[in-house]
């Protein structure tokens, strides 16, 4: 059972930078297309904004594309998304898990809160 712990998060003002990670147990993960998900204050559903395949092929929403990096190190189990030109609109619970466009995946770990206000 893979677990999923998201840590980086804070308050950070517009323009600037921040780095997640999220860690997992289980050597599954580094055989997972792998996403960061984010669930915006109010609203239900989260959104896949960045996806990384065990190749290292990435993929993108459009609005983040060009700000936010994603990457992950195999060897540590560890994926992490590199978010620059932080907007308000970016303020959200951020999540790590498997691209859900390859099957389902871990449960849900807490997400780690960005807040991005000056």
Not at 27 to 48: C, D, H, N, T, V
Not at 81 to 102: F, G, I, W
Request: charged letters at 15%.
């Amino acid at each position: 059972q893979v677990q999923l712990v998201e840590s980086g998060g804070g308050l950070v003002q517009p323009g600037g930078s921040m780095r997640l990670s999220c860690a997992a147990s289980g050597s599954i993960f580094s055989r997972w297309a792998l996403g960061w998900y984010r669930q915006a204050p109010g609203k239900q559903q989260r959104e896949l904004i960045a996806t990384i395949t065990p190749g290292g092929v990435t993929n993108y929403t459009d609005s983040v594309k060009g700000r936010f990096t994603i990457s992950r190190d195999s060897a540590k189990n560890t994926v992490y998304l590199q978010m620059n030109s932080l907007k308000p609109e970016d303020t959200a619970v951020y999540y790590c898990n498997r691209d859900h466009h390859y099957g389902p995946g871990a449960l849900w770990g807490q997400g780690t809160q960005v807040t991005v206000d000056s």
